[in-house]
């Protein structure tokens, strides 16, 4: 009996020891549809991760990037690979149940219902992540809406940590109405910002019930026009030039690029190149950043959710086998929300406990 089965056996005896599950595999660079679903070796955990047993994931647009190789960058990252992909199964956040965990592990326990966000493999039915990226699930949220909370933590480490928001600031956030942009409305709010969010008209009212206090309608007005007033402005979309967002900013504001068109080749990194060389000519700041996730975020963002004050926005909801199907969509650039994969439908939907 190996590792595993040995934690299985002591942990679920009642549970049939498989070494299979289903997955999403990624071979090769291409459009989701190189994408297959297949019965695959269980991953086995080390020492210091946590086997989860995954209940729900969340389609991003960076398990896009992964998945199509674009921005061809992505390929020489540890999420890439080169000539072709090196991790099997793609899927970063997610939401499940604790299966089994390795020697060093002692904040978990099978059993205990987790939310995080793994480099890879998350678009299976067992994933192998380590500890520190894991916490409890909050005890308010199905898994499902669990699976949509990781990315929280882009909008947090944005408006928080890079931009330095504080109470009472002046918030501008384009690209509100996506799968971080809904976050960043309400954790913006949370921290205490007065919030300006820029969307289209289609969203107009999803952004404000979200708790916007001022929101741009991008097809009727344009945010540059009011002048420098903002603190930080958190920028999704990246489609206006570096100095037209300066424009907008106090004097000691902070500009956070999160995106932005370099193309196929280096897509939002050279935006984010060429902001912090210009940053050294302006008192305004540049402050690009990678989200790096951590628990410590997970539990802020946890507490959040479970005071009320954020909540997942789920706008479509896939089987682990239309995982392409989910990929296409949020490829397009166009989401109202979160992209949440059922991957353990029966139990992805249930209620906390
Ligand atoms: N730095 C990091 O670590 C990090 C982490 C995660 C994500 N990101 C990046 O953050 C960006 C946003 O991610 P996401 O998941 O929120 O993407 P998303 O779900 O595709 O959302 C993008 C939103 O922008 C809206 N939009 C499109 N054109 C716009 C415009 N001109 N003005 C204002 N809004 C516009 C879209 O709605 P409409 O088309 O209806 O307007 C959509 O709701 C992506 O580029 C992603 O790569 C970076």
Redesign the pocket.
């Known amino acids: 009996m190996d590792a595993v089965e040995q934690l299985n056996a002591t942990s679920a005896p009642a549970r049939v020891a498989s070494r299979t599950m289903q997955a999403i595999v990624h071979r090769k660079y291409g459009m989701p549809d190189v994408l297959a679903l297949e019965e695959i070796e269980r991953p086995v955990p080390g020492d210091e991760d946590v086997l989860v047993r995954v209940h729900a994931a969340c389609a991003?647009?960076?398990d896009h990037?992964v998945v199509t190789g674009k921005p061809y960058l992505i390929r020489l990252s540890p999420f890439g690979g080169l000539p072709r992909p090196r991790n099997l199964v793609p899927g970063a956040a997610m939401a499940g149940r604790v299966e089994a965990v390795g020697a060093k592990v002692t904040m978990f326990r099978p059993g205990d219902e987790v939310f995080g966000q793994a480099a890879t493999g998350a678009f299976a039915e067992y994933l192998v992540v380590p500890a520190k990226l894991l916490a409890p699930k909050p005890g308010n949220l199905s898994f499902e809406e669990a699976a949509a909370v990781p990315?929280g933590a882009?909008a947090l480490q944005?408006l928080r940590d890079a931009g330095g928001l504080k109470p009472g600031q002046r918030v501008l956030i384009?690209?509100?109405?996506?799968?971080?942009?809904t976050w960043a409305v309400q954790i913006a709010k949370a921290l205490g910002g007065h919030v300006t969010a820029?969307?289209?008209t289609?969203?107009v009212a999803r952004v404000r019930a979200l708790g916007a206090d001022d929101v741009v309608d991008?097809a009727q007005e344009d945010f540059l026009a009011g002048g420098p007033r903002f603190d930080v402005m958190l920028d999704?979309?990246?489609?206006r030039s570096l100095s037209d967002c300066r424009s907008v900013l106090t004097s000691k504001g902070a500009y956070v690029p999160?995106?932005g068109g370099g193309g196929d080749w280096v897509g939002?990194f050279l935006r984010i190149l060429g902001g912090l060389v210009s940053s050294l000519f302006t008192s305004r700041k540049l402050k690009a950043?990678?989200?790096t996730p951590n628990r410590d975020d997970l539990l802020f963002l946890k507490e959040l959710v479970e005071a009320g004050k954020a909540l997942p926005v789920i706008e479509r909801r896939y089987a682990l086998s239309d995982v392409g199907e989910a990929l296409r969509y949020?490829g397009e650039?166009?989401?109202?929300g979160q992209t949440v994969i059922r991957i353990a439908p029966e139990l992805a939907v249930r209620s906390a406990s």
């Open positions: 991003s647009i960076g990037h990315w882009t944005g384009n690209g509100a109405s996506g799968g971080v942009g820029v969307c289209s289609r969203n991008y999704l979309v990246g489609n999160c995106s939002p950043f990678v989200m949020v650039g166009h989401a109202q």
